[in-house]
């Protein structure tokens, strides 16, 4: 079992930069890709960004490419967000997440779950 709690949400104007923290439980986190997805209100859960658990490779949504750098620190079990460039619709809830079983862009194959970090960005 891997329990995750997400930080770093809040305010920010557009153009800004936000880093979204992702604290794990478990000695398997290690072992689990991550992933980061948003949902805003009224919409299905986004793909954002993901990472392997052994090579560290990183894939982004194209949304996010160029502005959000995944990382992730095994020792100290945590996984980030750095987002900058910020736009409006960057607004939403940010979960974190981890263990995928299969498309590592579909929310339906992830199996531990984070309850959310609100990002808001005002134009």
């Known amino acids: 079992q891997v329990q995750l709690s997400e930080s770093g949400g809040g305010l920010v104007q557009a153009g800004g930069s936000l880093r979204l923290s992702c604290a794990a439980s478990g000695r398997m986190f290690s072992s689990y890709s991550v992933a980061w997805f948003r949902q805003a209100p009224g919409k299905g859960r986004e793909f954002v960004a993901s990472i392997n658990w052994n090579d560290f490779g990183t894939r982004y949504a194209e949304s996010a490419k160029g502005r959000f750098t995944m990382a992730r620190n095994n020792d100290e079990n945590t996984a980030s967000l750095q987002m900058s460039s910020l736009k409006p619709e960057d607004t939403a809830v940010y979960y974190c997440?981890?263990?995928?079983?299969?498309?590592?862009?579909?929310?339906?194959?992830?199996?531990?779950w984070g309850r959310g970090t609100q990002v808001t960005v005002s134009s």
């Open positions: 997440a981890a263990y995928s079983t299969g498309r590592y862009d579909s929310a339906e194959f992830w199996n531990y």
